[in-house]
């Protein structure tokens, strides 16, 4: 079993930044992928970012390209999620999940999710 605790979401405004904290435990050393989905109002839970466990490789959806960073700290079982130049479009609840293969675009790549942590973005 893996748990995740996502913190750092809030409200900003459009333009400013956020990072989001995801700290894991449990059978971490078993999850090859860690990633980043958002759920907006009334949409489906899309893909944000992922990361391998050796860091080495990162995946960005286009929409958030450039603007945001995910990185991770294997020593203290955390992933990050650095969000800048953030406009109105990117709020949502945003969730940390981990999956012990190699996908990560698709939700049900994912094993283990986070309970989630709200993104708004004012205007």
């Known amino acids: 079993q893996v748990q995740l605790v996502e913190s750092g979401g809030g409200l900003v405004q459009a333009g400013g930044s956020l990072r989001l904290s995801c700290a894991a435990s449990?059978?971490?050393?078993?999850?090859?992928?860690m990633g980043w989905l958002r759920q907006a109002p009334g949409k489906e839970r899309e893909f944000v970012a992922a990361?391998?466990?050796?860091?080495?490789?990162?995946y960005y959806a286009g929409s958030v390209k450039g603007r945001f960073t995910i990185s991770r700290d294997n020593a203290k079982n955390t992933v990050y999620l650095q969000m800048n130049s953030l406009k109105p479009e990117d709020t949502a609840v945003y969730y940390c999940?981990?999956?012990?293969?190699?996908?990560?675009?698709?939700?049900?790549?994912?094993?283990?999710w986070g309970q989630g942590t709200q993104v708004t973005v004012s205007a």
């Open positions: 999940a981990a999956n012990s293969g190699s996908s990560y675009y698709y939700e049900n790549n994912y094993n283990y």
């Open positions: 990361i391998r466990r050796n860091g080495g490789s990162t």
């Open positions: 449990g059978r971490t050393f078993s999850m090859n992928t």
